[in-house]
């Protein structure tokens, strides 16, 4: 990444499909020197362009997204230009899991496959959690792999939680010459803070100061 070239032509593209998660990246962002620690005390206030729905408007954001279904077809059109360019930068798009209830989504696996994009990842957030219900009861995605290899994808699966498990299959991508790869990442949502994991209402709820204070320590124990 190159924080004083932000458009640098030959970038790896990362687009963030579950925009709601975009506080993530701006802090990422942040640590690798795209912003000051200071700006992201900004983050959903008014009139801030660090919006609560990932912002193109912030140097190394590819693409504003929000409306769920929207980040793999345009990253799949990003893959398709590199290889008519003939360029080896490569495209990667992290996705929710109840967001794969999106058509959108399900066309732009059969276009990538059949345009032999192995130059595209994509990493599901799989937490089995979506809005108001879990996925199996809101619209059941299983056989998941099996779909996902039906549509020509590469698939494999991981801890979501273990970093190293993510990095150490992404450093050998592509898995399969002429294909794309689809890293599907086990996840618990809420985890490491005893009142929040795996519960639903917390895809929205917001914790008080005593809570926020709670989860930071448990975090903090958790990965000391």
Do not use: C
């Amino acid at each position: 990444m190159r924080p004083n070239e932000p458009m640098w032509k030959e970038r790896d593209r990362f687009i963030l499909s579950k925009g709601h998660s975009g506080a993530a990246v701006y802090a990422a962002l942040a640590l690798r020197g795209f912003m000051s620690d200071k700006e992201l005390e900004n983050y959903g206030a008014s009139g801030s362009l660090l919006m609560t729905h990932i912002s193109h408007k912030i140097d190394g954001v590819e693409f504003s997204t929000g409306s769920l279904g929207h980040g793999l077809p345009f990253a799949t059109g990003k893959a398709m230009s590199a290889k008519k360019d003939r360029k080896l930068w490569r495209t990667f798009a992290l996705l929710s899991d109840g967001e794969l209830d999106e058509g959108s989504n399900w066309e732009a696996f059969m276009f990538a496959a059949h345009h032999k994009l192995d130059n595209l990842v994509v990493i599901i957030d799989y937490n089995k959690l979506q809005s108001l219900a879990s996925v199996a009861n809101t619209l059941g995605l299983e056989p998941l792999v099996d779909k996902l290899e039906a549509f020509g994808w590469s698939v494999k699966e991981v801890d979501g939680h273990s970093l190293k498990g993510v990095e150490q299959e992404l450093k050998s991508i592509p898995w399969t010459l002429g294909k794309p790869s689809v890293l599907i990442a086990h996840t618990t949502k809420g985890k490491g803070v005893s009142f929040m994991e795996n519960k639903i209402e917390w895809h929205y709820k917001s914790p008080n100061e005593e809570q926020l204070a709670q989860a930071i320590y448990e975090i903090e124990v958790a990965y000391a």
